[in-house]
Nanobody, 123 residues
Framework: QVQLVESGGGSVQAGGSLRLSCVSS????????MGWFRQAPGKDREFVAA????????RYGDSVKGRITVSRDNAKNTVYLQMNSLRPEDTAVYYC????????????????WGQGTQVTVSS
């Protein structure tokens, strides 16, 4: 079992930055690939970023490429999502998720999910 807790969300003006964190717990949590997803009101869940268990491989959604960086510190059981040049359309609840097997952009392939953290970007 893996537990995930996100933090770092908040309100920011367009052009600003936020860094989200996701702390995992569980005996083998550092061996999981991690993903970030977001969901805005009335919209489908959207893939944001993913990182392999050892940080060697990353994936990014098309809408965030060049503005967002995913990283992890396995010594701290933490995955980060650095978000720069934020836009109003980035407003959503952001979730981190964990999976075994292969790194993936598909939300349905992830086994464990956090409770989410709200990001609001004003124009």
């Amino acid at each position: 079992q893996v537990q995930l807790v996100e933090s770092g969300g908040g309100s920011v003006q367009a052009g600003g930055s936020l860094r989200l964190s996701c702390v995992s717990s569980g005996r083998t949590s550092n061996t999981y690939h991690m993903g970030w997803f977001r969901q805005a009101p009335g919209k489908d869940r959207e893939f944001v970023a993913a990182i392999s268990w050892n940080g060697a491989s990353t994936r990014y959604g098309d809408s965030v490429k060049g503005r967002i960086t995913v990283s992890r510190d396995n010594a701290k059981n933490t995955v980060y999502l650095q978000m720069n040049s934020l836009r109003p359309e980035d407003t959503a609840v952001y979730y981190c998720a964990a999976k075994s097997g292969v790194i993936s952009v598909l939300g349905d392939s992830y086994t464990y999910w956090g409770q989410g953290t709200q990001v609001t970007v004003s124009s």
